[in-house]
């Protein structure tokens, strides 16, 4: 074998062995369905019309994902995601990497993940509510179930306050190994802005063993702007605290889940605090799997209660196979002030399908 075979020899050989030490995964759901959503502001006793329409992501976010891993040697890993939301029934508004865009490193010490990705306290928060509608945002039972996301029909959940945002841009997060079950992450995203502090900051500790998953985690979402007339001045204009306790248990014939969650108001003359409690279980029997749950939660201000709300979801799906599942759903939830008028509500139906690759 004279040189050049000798080189090409080589080459194909390290190349070959990078190939085996590196893999990536392409990934997706895809979650369409058909129903029927009131939701909105409920004003003087007249609320939302029902709208009957084709849903996107009722029961699961439908997205496309890219993942991957690479073998440094010495016990080191390279890692990437990046994974992109999208509606079946209007994928024109996607956004690339919308929901996670991370570069990292892994090995004995952890994982460090640099870039957009779910924040530390959002791991816990998907905890509380995992038999709760499967892991629904939209169907599921929650206070985030009584709120709604952008658009003419946007309302915050009880207490008017925002919810937390379980992703966060511009972000370095940390989780570590496992100790005898026990587990930490923290997470801090920068907002990157002169003019203010948006950043997120949120950490979390969980424990699993066998069955049992439980954990607490706490999230600042410090949302300041600078006043114009001193650099060093700053006026706080809705910074909000979070705090969750959560924990599931698989009994093998169902499942449960269920946590208590509070959002509060910081550095404002009268904050407003709000305490919300879910819990859900699921059922399966052969293709079948049932779902209920159940949410109340309350918001006080000086002392006093300034809104109530409740929800219930119900819903079961049907497995066609390992991969396509048929479901019916439904939430039904209501805020109403102290004096018990209704001034929101958040009721959907719908039957869909799910197809995840």
């Not at 190994?177 to 948006?198: I, L, W, Y």
């Not at 702007?225 to 979070?242: C, G, K, L, R, W």
């Not at 599942?325 to 805020?335: C, E, F, P, Q, V």
């Amino acid at each position: 074998m004279n040189s050049k075979q000798l080189v090409a020899a080589a080459a194909m050989a390290l190349s070959g062995a990078a190939m085996a030490q590196s893999s990536v995964t392409v990934y997706g759901r895809l979650d369409a369905s058909i129903g029927s959503a009131k939701v909105g502001n409920i004003t003087n006793g007249v609320g939302p019309a029902g709208v009957t329409q084709m849903f996107s992501n009722n029961i699961t976010t439908s997205r496309i994902g890219f993942r991957g891993t690479e073998d440094l040697g010495g016990g080191l890993s390279g890692l990437f995601i990046v994974e992109t939301a999208f509606s079946p029934d209007a994928p024109g508004n996607t956004s690339l990497g919308d929901r996670a865009a991370v570069v990292g490193l892994s090995g004995g010490f952890g994982t460090i993940k640099l870039g957009r990705h779910d924040t530390s306290f959002d791991d816990i928060r998907d905890l509380m509510v995992s038999s709760n509608l499967w892991d629904s945002g939209s169907l599921a039972s929650t206070e985030t179930v009584l709120s709604t996301g952008a658009g003419a029909t946007a309302t915050n959940g009880v207490g008017g306050l925002q919810d937390y945002g379980d992703r966060a841009s511009n972000q370095i997060r940390y989780e570590s190994p496992s100790f005898s079950g026990f587990t930490f992450g923290v997470s801090q995203a920068f907002d990157e802005n002169n003019a203010t502090n948006r950043d997120v900051t949120a950490f979390n500790v969980r424990y699993k063993a066998g069955n049992l998953d439980v954990g607490v985690a706490y999230q600042e979402n410090s949302q300041q702007s600078v006043a114009p007339v001193s650099p060093a001045t700053t006026i706080v204009t809705n910074a909000i605290d979070y705090t969750t306790v959560a924990g599931a248990y698989n009994f093998g014939s169902f499942r449960v889940s269920g946590g208590w969650n509070q959002a509060k108001q910081k550095e404002v003359a009268s904050p407003v605090k709000a305490n919300t409690y879910t819990v859900g279980v699921n059922v399966p029997v052969d293709a079948w799997d049932f779902s209920l749950g159940y949410s109340t939660g309350k918001s006080k201000q000086n002392g006093a209660t300034t809104e109530k709300g409740s929800a219930f979801s119900a819903g079961v799906t049907y497995s066609l196979s390992k991969r396509t599942r048929l479901y019916s759903a439904l939430t039904n939830g209501d805020i109403k002030n102290a004096a018990g008028t209704k001034l929101r509500q958040r009721d959907i139906y719908a039957l869909g399908l799910i197809h995840t690759f």
